[in-house]
């Protein structure tokens, strides 16, 4: 009779996944705490691991020699590895997520989890400055889409467990279950009204769970009760945002500056190219070992108020420039921890000189750490509502909330002035990945592009002449006709252009040559390639046409710019929108169309 149980059991199991399956609501449910736990000790596994490696490579008493040797191979392994077998894993993952989110349908391979936790490990264990959080969202949102796809799920629904999986692992890197379910809609979805919200806390509640069950219930850091000690105080944080505002500035332009400066040298370099990073943070460390890995130790140091001001200026520059280095040479590793680091330094320094000037009025240095690290992260991270409630939950500390909050808008709103775009997003941009921000999403009941675009036409070569561009369009509608090498789109060129150089006898002129001289006679309009994306709203496209004059817009992909997956015409939205004779309206006389 047991037996008979056992060989039930499979034939049950199945029956289950299949009723949940007919049950969306139940089947999210259940896999929302399955991979909140599962990411859960997952994370905790990585977490753990890495400090058993770290106390390895630098053991108490160490050489100093260590300092510059171990960083150096390190990077020189994980190089290796990223080039040879996982290059998904370089750098912290966040843009990978979104990028997975957006345009590859959720899809994040096994192998590319397992590259990203391996790379990562030796990375952070052999000192490379950068933080576990960032990797960990990549690693649990992998594991997220890899379990939806096992079990057959749709698109949709692979999708929509992708900020499950890394909120909860963000919950498990961090402690903070409030700030990851922040952090999910406010920087992987973009939307604080995301439909998945019930899925995303149940995935951080489990993976809270599991996290206090193996380290208990510990901040992250143990901070004194600090307070506002007078209203005149307020002036400080004031400064404190700036200063931090103009770091965060200084910290994201470095950062990408360098990693433009790498991404130009030769492709086959690039399994070299951390060593860079590497070797730069052991000279750095073997001199001033404070900047080795994440810091989270000197952190805690500063902000119970062990400062000394010239320890603290030198730790913040250093950690900027090891960090930039690091990240941009292409060693795994995100840059959350770093911009903790860096924010706690800063406003260390800020707290000392104020406390230095005005002793009776201000808070110790530490006060203006702990308010620095959230200064620094949202003017870095650019997610502000997610900063002060992380600060909150890190510290369990809500007594400075109010100067958190004053130094965090005006470093968010210094960073948005000086750099217009965020760095995930310049990030993914310097990847050749067009991802949609928040202000460019809309509901579902917006018509997108996809609904009015229509098959892409066979486009014309640049080498090819007017005479035979002429006859292959002769009998088109369109007003512009896409232009594209070997390597794809290249431009659009007006079916008008052609026709009046084909007038004028130029039957030999080429393509190339006719979009050179269209470019010089239109100006700044023609200068940037004319394109929309399929999930932007038709309003968009509308927008797109009047600012270059084009009523024919291509519909490229978000991997790659120069891939055409339609093209989009004024007539065809304007049918959409169900607007009759649409070929006998100009949107130059509607220019309300284009808002």
Known sequence: MPAIRISALPARLVRLVEDLRRKEDRLALVLSLVIGALVGLVVV???????????????????????????????????YLLYKYFPLARGSGIPQTRAALFIHDGRISLRSVMGKFLCCVISL??????????PSVYIGSGLASVIARRLGLSRAQTRALIPVGGAAALTAAFNTPIAAVLFSLEEIIGDLHAPV???????????????????????????????????????????????????SVAFVKLLLWLRARFAKMPRASQWIQPVAGGLTVGILGFFVPQILGVGYDQVERVLNGDVVLKVVVTLAVLKIIATSVAYASGN?????????????MVGATVGSVAHLLFPAA???????ALVGMGTAFAGIIRTPLTSVIMIFEVTRDYTIIVPLMISNLIAFYISQKLQKEPIYQALARQDGLHLPTSSSRTHSAVPLVSSAARDVPEALAPEMTIGVAAERVKDSSLESWPVADELGLVGMVRTRHIAHALDQGKLDMTIERLMQIARRSDGDKAVALPHVHNDQPLSRALARMRENGHKVLPVVSRANARIMLGVVTFGDILKEFGVDNAEELDYRDHPDLGT
């Open 362 to 368: 201000t808070a110790g240095p530490g006060a203006y």
């Open 125 to 134: 264990a052999t000192g490379i400055p950068l933080g576990r959080e960032g």
């Open 197 to 247: 919200l019930g899925s995303i806390v149940l995935a951080s509640g489990a993976s809270w769970m599991v996290l206090h069950l193996v380290l208990h219930d510990t901040p992250l850091f143990h901070v004194p009760g600090y307070h506002l000690v007078s209203p005149a105080e307020l002036g400080a944080y004031v400064v404190l945002g700036i200063v931090g505002g103009l770091s």
């Open 332 to 344: 795994a590793g995100g840059i959350f921890g770093p911009s903790l680091f860096i924010g706690s």
């Open 45 to 79: 596994a990585f977490i753990l691991l890495t400090g058993r490696l770290t106390a390895l490579m630098y053991p108490a008493g160490g050489a100093g020699w260590r300092r510059i040797v171990v960083p150096t191979l390190g990077s020189l392994i994980t190089g």
